[in-house]
């Protein structure tokens, strides 16, 4: 593929902001660092209910980044709607995956397909590999298509939700919707070399590349001196902690971890917790060695405290 400087059109489930969690701090500044290497960009975003296109287009002009947008249409649990979706998954039972299935939509398919036209891209970018019902139309016109994977979709299911008959169902939709993924892709772009692993295992073709976060690089700061002052901070930072996984470590630090160190080592460490949504359980457990910050926007000078 050349260097030289590309059209680049990027599909993306929810316009992100660049304060919000890693994912979305990883396709604003991925957005961003293309257009910094003389690319091209242009960010078509599905806006859920509680976006709206006045928003969108204020924020994008402060970061000086193009942006279309396109409502994703109502979920209805219509007679002909639920008959339409059966009908679907009986054809290709990848669409048990209603992540996927959405991107379906008439409305959604033709504005992606305005967008290729109207915009002329040289490549097309999935900011998450569930669009891959978008994949056809720049196949149509032999448009390279990059698909970047935000999780591997059966495994994070099952990681946030746990196992059930149902979630069970749904692993299986998604499992063939990473496959789907992998054969519509020139390249598949993965966060993690674990991850990078599980896709390469999928596929016999060349197209796995591990992309580490966009977003990190924007986050190093200075070596801060170490602190030796008692008591030490210890803190536990999860990015949000409504997903079951951080849930259960956040519960494991508060309920077993710090009640041993305070009877071991009595006022010898002062424990901080960080990220969004701590459950009110935990709030109410706050004390001079358990201090609950939830989100900070600026966690520097929490961390440069310590």
Request: aromatic share 18%; no cysteine.
């Given at each position: 593929m050349s260097f030289l400087p590309q059209r680049i059109l990027i599909f993306t489930p929810v316009f992100p902001k660049m304060n919000k969690g890693a994912s979305e701090q990883d396709q604003i500044y991925g957005a961003l660092g293309l257009q910094a290497m003389g690319h091209t960009v242009r960010m078509a975003a599905f806006l859920p209910e509680y976006q709206t296109e006045d928003q969108i287009q204020a924020y994008a002009s402060t970061i000086g980044l193009d942006v279309v947008t396109c409502p994703y249409p109502p979920v209805s649990l219509s007679l002909q709607e639920m008959i339409s979706r059966f009908r679907a998954v009986l054809r290709?039972?990848?669409?048990l995956d209603g992540s996927a299935y959405q991107h379906t939509a008439p409305i959604i398919q033709q504005f992606a397909r305005e967008q290729i036209v109207s915009f002329r891209p040289s490549i097309v970018w999935l900011d998450n590999n569930f669009l891959w019902p978008l994949a056809e139309l720049p196949r149509d016109k032999n448009i390279p298509l990059i698909i970047r994977s935000q999780n591997f979709e059966p495994r994070h299911l099952l990681d946030e939700k746990g196992w059930s008959p149902v979630n069970s169902i749904k692993y299986i939709g998604k499992y063939w919707g990473e496959l789907a993924a992998l054969r519509a892709s020139v390249v598949l772009a993965t966060i993690t070399p674990v991850e990078q692993g599980i896709y390469s295992r999928l596929t016999r073709a060349k197209t796995v590349e591990l992309l580490p976060l966009r977003g990190l690089h924007h986050h190093l700061r200075p070596?801060?001196?170490?602190?030796?002052?008692?008591?030490?901070?210890?803190?536990?930072?999860?990015?949000?902690f409504n997903v079951s996984h951080n849930r259960s470590a956040l519960k494991f630090v508060v309920e077993q971890i710090a009640p041993r160190v305070r009877i071991t080592a009595p006022g010898q460490f002062r424990?901080?917790?960080?990220?969004?949504?701590?459950?009110?359980d935990i709030q109410r457990q706050a004390s001079d060695d358990l201090i609950i910050h939830g989100f900070l926007p600026e966690p520097e000078k929490v961390l440069a405290e310590m």
């Open positions: 290709r039972p990848v669409f070596h801060q001196p170490t602190r030796t002052a008692f008591p030490l901070n210890v803190f536990y930072w999860g990015s949000t424990f901080h917790i960080i990220g969004g949504k701590v459950p009110a």
